[in-house]
T-cell receptor
């Protein structure tokens, strides 16, 4: 079974630029999560999708972050404009059902300079 | 009240020794307590998990001890091996199915 795929693995951008991350969850997984993991901290949930609907985006900085999951499969997370404090690893995870075991991708390491 | 406090921040254990990582929580509505293992450059992976109606769960060399009255739970790694060197996160799931994560413990097993 293929795992959660994320791209790119690394990204370096200047502040105020925009960036997008892509995630392809495990086939058949209805629930998809985007987490932000700052160095030395645990992951923080940014947004949770159930199929193609948002069930929790309470911690998503909506003035600069956006995410979509068209057709209930893969998802993109966008930051525009980026700030220095957005430097982090962005993890995508999926689970077969809400509350089920979450499987994580390798993440995208973003550096904002 | 939504926090999960994890300690220590880092831990060095000799090969063959016992590694112990502790977590504490306040929200009594949490109903699922997983531990995740994360290697550098990888995403976290579920290691072992427990529900609050059980006081202990063992899987191989990994054991979770759960103290509901004290609102604490811990991970014990017996016969620690260099391959166990990783960052470990405790977490707790709330009624909205959201995982609240600890800050992580960087474990180094010295050969």
């Amino acid at each position: 079974e293929a795992g959660v795929a994320q791209s790119p693995r690394y990204k370096i951008i200047e502040k105020r630029q925009s960036v997008a991350f892509w995630c392809n969850p495990i086939s058949g997984h209805a629930t998809l999560y985007w987490y932000q993991q700052i160095l030395g901290q645990g992951p923080k949930l940014l947004i949770q999708f159930q199929n193609n609907g948002v069930v929790d985006d309470s911690q998503l900085p909506k003035d600069r972050f956006s995410a979509e999951r068209l057709k209930g499969v893969d998802s993109t997370l966008k930051i525009q404009p980026a700030k220095l404090e957005d430097s982090a690893v962005y993890l995508c995870a999926s689970s077969s059902q809400r509350g089920g075991e979450a499987f994580f991708g390798q993440g995208t390491r973003l550096t904002v300079v | 009240q939504q926090q999960v406090k994890q300690s220590p921040q880092s831990l060095i254990v000799q090969k063959g020794g016992i590694s112990i990582i502790n977590c504490a929580y306040e929200n009594t509505a949490f109903d699922y307590f997983p531990w995740y293992q994360q290697f550098p450059g990888k995403g976290p992976a579920l290691l072992i998990a427990i529900r609050p109606d059980v006081s202990e769960k063992k899987e191989g060399r990994f054991t979770i001890s759960f103290n509901k009255s004290a609102k604490q739970f811990s991970l014990h790694i017996m016969d620690s091996q260099p391959g166990d060197s990783a960052t470990y996160f405790c977490a707790a799931k709330d009624s909205n199915y959201q995982l609240i994560w600890g800050a992580g413990t960087k474990l180094i097993i010295k050969p």
